[in-house]
């Protein structure tokens, strides 16, 4: 009677970003920059699932807010990366 019924209960990384300022006088010297920020992030890296395995709990098939949780014909999260540059003259 408790076939569907699995326990949700994960943890998630859902977004993580790193970043590095440059702004040194040597860096300014050489390059005449003010600053150089490079950025990367990542968004749903990991998720640890107590007994969900391969289900996203975050995802549904009713729309954003019916169903939630709800695993029928559901496509899974995406992982996205990004790299970004900014640059200070």
């Known amino acids: 009677y408790n076939f569907a019924v699995k326990d949700a209960t994960f ?3 859902r977004e993580l970003s790193l970043s ?5 006088p040597a860096f300014r010297e050489r390059t005449k920059l ?8 990542a968004r749903n890296l990991f998720a640890w699932y107590k007994e969900l395995v391969g289900i996203d709990p975050a995802t549904n098939q009713a729309g954003v ?3 939630f949780g709800l695993d029928y014909f559901t496509n899974p999260s995406t992982k996205s990366y990004l790299f970004t540059v ?4």
Do not use: K
Not at 86 to 89: D, E, G, L, R, W
């Open 20 to 24: 590095y300022t440059f702004t040194s």
């Open 11 to 13: 943890s998630r990384i």
């Open 86 to 89: 900014s640059v200070n003259y």
């Open 65 to 67: 807010a019916n169903g």
């Open 34 to 41: 003010s600053s150089l920020t490079m950025r990367w992030t």
